[in-house]
């Protein structure tokens, strides 16, 4: 079941949204080179605790972390740890604020320092093809319409879709009906309505989308170890359109 959220109910997504873009923005100013993502971990869940949130990931299924930290050719689900980002690394971050009672979730790929034209290019069609999977999170369309956005956009650019893992539905809970798949056919899948709260992801692969996971059994990396990129964003599915729940701001957080 779908579950579809009232106007209150998606007012306060909005506001679990704000506290992760500004997360976002926060571990995004301290991306760089010599940093470990353990620290970016730790700035995540201070802020998030500051501003009255939950970090939604830290013990979901036993999840130890307040964020997902993913370089290069780790797709998602990188738990935070020793790691130090190095120049010409990419790194995904994605995290989950619950406020509320209520969830939102987004994730962005960083560069860290100067990065290669090809790292470069996989982050702007990743950000793309988001862009345009959100385009279609419209009442009467199906998830498939999501879903085939996603991969026309991917592929168009030469790069491939993870076809093994999916978004979601989100809002009472992290992990809510329908999947949304980043590969399909417009017109399949269960059909869009208003009310409806998604969080659109997809992930892309440089070379191949096969994917394992490592012995830590969070870490998803590339099977041919290409680089990887993931960006998400909240999506409500309005009367006017797709309303973006977890959009940056122009002015920062930072007072
Ligand atoms: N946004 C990710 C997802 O939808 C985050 C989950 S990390 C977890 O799967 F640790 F919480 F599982
Ligand atoms: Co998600």
Known sequence: MIVRKSPDEIHAMALAGRVVVDTLALVGDAVEPGVTTAELDEIAEDYIRSQGGVPTFKGYRGYPASI???PNSMVVHGIPGPYRLEEGDILA??????????VADSAFTFPVGEIDSEAHRLLDVCQAALAAGIEQARSGNHVGHISAAVQETTEAAGFSVVRSLVGHG???????????PNWGEPGRGPKLATGMTLAIEPMINAGGGDVYMADDHWSISTRD???SAHFEHTVAVTEDGPRILTKARERSLLP
């Open 68 to 70: 997902c930290a993913s």
């Open 93 to 102: 971050v994605d995290v989950g604020v619950t406020l509320n009672g209520l």
């Open 170 to 180: 989100v809002g009472r809970s992290m992990h809510e009906e329908p999947q949304i």
């Open 225 to 227: 170890g290409s680089l």
